[in-house]
Nanobody
Framework: QVQLVESGGGSVQAGGSLRLSCAAS????????MAWFRQAPGKEREGVAS????????NYVPSVKGRFTISQDNGKNTVYLQMNSLTPEDTAMYYC???????????????????WGQGTQVTVSS
């Protein structure tokens, strides 16, 4: 069983930055993939960024490329999401997920993940 605890959400003005953290209860390198998803009210859960924890290769949804960066700290069993140049469209509940996925092409699909955190709210005002 893998437990994930997110932190770092909050309210920020457009153009600002936030860094989300996701602490795992196990060595993240044995999980294969960790990812960040977000869900705005009335919308489906969307994969934002994923990372293959064995080598750090990342994958991003096009809308966040160049603005968001996913990274990992193996010593802390933690994955981060640095979010820059935030816009009101980034407002959502952000969830951390972990799972054993065999193909990076599947790494932004919510159904591929077995373990989820409780979520942290990000609100961006204009």
């Amino acid at each position: 069983q893998v437990q994930l605890v997110e932190s770092g959400g909050g309210s920020v003005q457009a153009g600002g930055s936030l860094r989300l953290s996701c602490a795992a209860s196990v060595d993240i390198r044995v999980i294969d993939y960790m990812a960040w998803f977000r869900q705005a009210p009335g919308k489906e859960r969307e994969g934002v960024a994923s990372i293959y924890t064995r080598n750090g290769v990342a994958n991003y949804v096009p809308s966040v490329k160049g603005r968001f960066t996913i990274s990992q700290d193996n010593g802390k069993n933690t994955v981060y999401l640095q979010m820059n140049s935030l816009t009101p469209e980034d407002t959502a509940m952000y969830y951390c997920a972990a799972g054993r996925i065999w193909n990076i092409a599947l790494s932004l699909k919510a159904g591929e993940y077995n373990y989820w955190g409780q979520g942290t709210q990000v609100t961006v005002s204009s």
